[in-house]
């Protein structure tokens, strides 16, 4: 009786096994070579996988490249900052220097403007000595003059005061024991300063410091004077 297959007889059973071959002759057909003893057919061990290093290994580079690059950027960054610090400073110094120049070209034509109305300051002085610098005349003058010394005109040149060649033109020269040294006792001129440039020197008599001479003493007792009495003088 032919026994029919039923596929509910696998069913429950789990999958079938591979057939294995063993080959067990003792030489080997393809190479004639007589096999070693031992198992006929022994699986090759599994390869253990490569162990990872924590650190680099011999010979290998420990430098970043991300690093390297970082470093680069930030010393060019470096350098663009020096770049532009000392574009600022160099751009203040020219701010400096155009201003110190403009100042400087401002005081000059001021001071050549105030040098042509000297002549007028000293017709005002002489005016004002002789007495005629009166009434609306003088308040026109004295509104010019502190005009001008708010300005930056200043006057120099008074008796009493030392004698300084710089600010001084000597035009007399006297010595006196009152002095004590060279001292301005004549002013013919007044002398102008504008800032700290010297418009006019001031036009002086000086009088020098002059030692007193020795005190003459009156003939003691029976002294005759050194220079002879009036008989000898006759004779």
């Known amino acids: 009786m032919t026994h029919s297959y039923d596929e509910s007889e696998n069913q429950g059973r789990g999958p079938e096994e591979p057939v294995v071959v063993r080959d067990r002759r003792r030489v080997d057909p393809q190479t ?52 532009l610090q000392r574009l600022q400073a160099e751009y203040a110094n020219y701010r400096k220097r155009v201003e110190r120049d403009r100042e400087a070209v401002v005081l000059g034509a001021k001071a050549t403007v105030v040098n042509d109305l000297l002549p007028l300051l000293d017709d005002l002085e002489r005016a004002e000595q002789h007495g005629d610098l009166t009434g609306a005349f003088k308040a026109v003058a004295d509104k010019l003059v502190s005009g001008l010394q708010r300005a930056g005109l200043e006057s120099f040149g008074t008796e009493g005061e030392a004698f300084d060649p710089s ?30 440039r010297v418009l006019r020197a001031a036009l002086v008599g000086v009088t020098d410091h002059e030692p007193a001479g020795p005190a003459e003493h009156p003939p ?16």
Do not use: C, W
Not at 43 to 58: K, Q, R, Y
Not at 59 to 79: F, R, T
Not at 172 to 193: I, L
Not at 220 to 235: A, I, K, M, W
């Open 220 to 235: 003691v007792g029976g002294e005759l004077p050194l220079d002879g009495g009036p008989d000898e003088q006759q004779q």
């Open 32 to 83: 004639g070579q007589v096999r070693p003893s031992g198992p006929a057919h022994a699986a090759p061990e599994p390869e253990e996988a490569p162990v990872e290093h924590a650190g680099p290994s011999l010979g290998e580079s420990i430098v970043d490249e991300s690093v390297s690059v970082v470093s680069d950027v930030e010393k060019e960054l470096a350098e663009r900052t020096a770049d």
């Open 167 to 196: 600010v001084h033109e000597a035009v007399q020269h006297n010595t006196s024991p009152d002095v004590a040294g060279p001292t301005v006792t004549v002013v013919m001129r007044r002398g102008y300063r504008f800032g700290d």
